[in-house]
């Protein structure tokens, strides 16, 4: 006897299988136990996800200083790394909306790790088609590199190093949301002091 299929949910069900138990399922009854079977409830939309910012610099102080001014003053999460080699298997794992790497790194330039993950970044995250933009942060002595790395339309800013929190924040306002309820942002200049009290009478 040919046994029959029946496809269900991805399944193959044969005559075989319908006979277990000693009373053999009819094609109606078969078409009611599929059609009984509930359908998925609708997926509601997901959260929109927070942004993520890749850090990279060897100097641990830096790192935390921008760590902490980010997360305070912009809704974002941030990863931060040592060295290039590191940075780069975190962007291979994660999805990033910012790169922040150091031109100079212990174990590459950050330009060099910034092109690697330009080829590399798409092929690995599906439907991601390009690399995050990137801001380097800079020692005095990489102005003149800074320049000509200008031209790739991926490159938003520099941040001179060590870092200064207007700077970071100037730099991350169109590629960050702020945070409501965060910090007051520093004012640029201290403000000019009291003028102190008037002298008090001196009773003779």
């Known amino acids: ?9 991805g399944f193959h069900h044969t005559a075989a299988s319908e006979w277990a138990g000693g009373t053999p399922v ?4 078969h078409a009611l136990s599929v059609s009984a079977v509930p359908s998925s409830a609708p997926s509601l939309s997901p959260a ?3 942004p993520r910012v890749l850090l990279a610099e060897e100097s641990l102080p830096y790192r935390r200083v921008i760590r ?6 912009r809704l974002c999460e941030v990863d931060d ?4 080699e590191r940075a780069f298997e975190l962007a291979l794992q994660r999805e990033y909306s910012l790169f922040l790497f150091s031109l100079p790194l212990p174990d590459m330039a950050g330009d060099m790790l910034d092109r690697l993950l330009g080829k590399a970044y798409p092929l690995v995250h599906k439907g991601v088609h390009t690399t995050p933009p990137v801001v380097f942060l800079i020692q005095p002595g990489d102005a003149m590199k800074f320049q000509e790395l200008q031209r790739n339309v991926r490159v938003r800013g520099s941040i001179p190093l060590p870092p200064k929190l207007d700077v970071l924040l100037s730099v991350t306002a169109s590629l960050l949301p702020e945070r409501e309820g965060g910090l007051a ?3 640029s200049f201290p403000p000019p002091p009291l003028s102190p009290p008037p002298p008090s009478a001196h009773v003779s």
Request: charged letters at 20%.
């Open 1 to 9: 006897m040919k046994r029959r299929q029946y496809p269900v949910a």
């Open 26 to 29: 009819t094609d109606a009854d």
């Open 68 to 73: 902490e001014a980010l997360m305070a003053f």
């Open 48 to 50: 929109p996800a927070i």
């Open 185 to 187: 942002f520093p004012p």
């Open 81 to 84: 790394a040592p060295s290039g």
